[in-house]
């Protein structure tokens, strides 16, 4: 039996990780901990919290007392921290709480794992670390040796944690693993992100907007092949190693938008080209040969099921996105979008 705890747990990738290790391992302990952001929805969680392997604590990961305290009475085995600030156009608007949360977070939760002897560090980043490859170099990608190179708050404050964690391995000897993935998408993802907005604004007949050209490239991982990547490193992974995490499925922003309007049966008109993002990266193209080759990830969902498995988990749950939509998010959107 292991005790997981879980920070980020209530958000879109970290809430998709309790389900996978809940559905998977039912002798461990899963302990959630989300200071439920704008972001953090206990809604993703409401099918596992009569589970009596699950626990939920509302704690703020900067808040080090509150940690310090929470690790004393639970004595995780494995950490794995998904909270984060994750939007990199909040992050061009206000970068302060990127980098509390992305970096001072993370020093907390170090410091807890080294007092209370935890086995497992793991901390969830991202391919934005390395920058962006050119748009004409298709055959460039990006590989764990790869410099990091960041362009916006967001990517910055997560490399900055990247470099923290590293440092603890070296300096402290604090067993950690660090996965770097591209861009995720399925269940539970918040709307203000691509895949998820396109696919509400279609079903509402509304305009769909594009940054820029729509020629900006990202490399798209169904969420559960993530979750499968990750429990892998936690297990069997090597401390003081980093995994690049992909699929090998790089797509124009625009083919995205075309492929959810077409699925929905909607018209291509919708699709407006509006004002680009500030320091849009080009392109995302991950080498994940590290994690197949020492640890036999492969992804299991290509691009077409899996976007009609998310396209379809939308049509079915408009209580979960709705409720979403119709709060603080409408101040969001009109802020990002109105007069773009
Ligand atoms: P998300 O924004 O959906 O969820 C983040 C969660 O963290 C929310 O539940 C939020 O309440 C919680 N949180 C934020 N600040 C907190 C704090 N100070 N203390 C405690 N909880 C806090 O994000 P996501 O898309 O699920 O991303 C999860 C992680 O994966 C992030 O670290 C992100 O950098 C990384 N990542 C995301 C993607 C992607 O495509 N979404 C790809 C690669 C890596
Ligand atoms: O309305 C939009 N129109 C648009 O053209 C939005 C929200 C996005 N875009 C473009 C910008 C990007 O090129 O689509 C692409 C994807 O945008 P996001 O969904 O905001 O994701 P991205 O910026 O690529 O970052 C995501 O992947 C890496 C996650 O949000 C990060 O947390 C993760 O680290």
Redesign the pocket.
Known sequence: MKKILVTGGAGFIGGNFVHYLLSRYPEDKVICVDSLTYAGNLDTLSDVTDNANFGFYKIDITDAVSIDKLFAEVLPDIVVNFAAE????RSIEDPGIFLRTNILGVQVLMDACRKYNVSRYHQVS???VYGDLPLDKPEMMFTEQTPLHTSSP?SAS?ASADLLVMAYYRTYKLPVTISRC???YGPYHFP????P?MIINALYDKPL???GS?A?V?DWLYVEDHCAAIDLIIRKGKAGEVYNVGGHNEKK?IDIVKTIVNKLGKSERLITFVKD?AG??LR?AIDPSKIHAELGWLPRTDFDEGIEKTIEWYINNKPWWEKIINGEYRNYYERM?ENR
Do not use: A, C, F, M
């Open positions: 994750s939007h990199v156009d991202t391919d934005e967001y997560k591209s861009n995720n203000e992100k691509l895949i907005l907007p594009v940054y729509g900006n990202r922003n993002r849009h990266d995302y979008y």
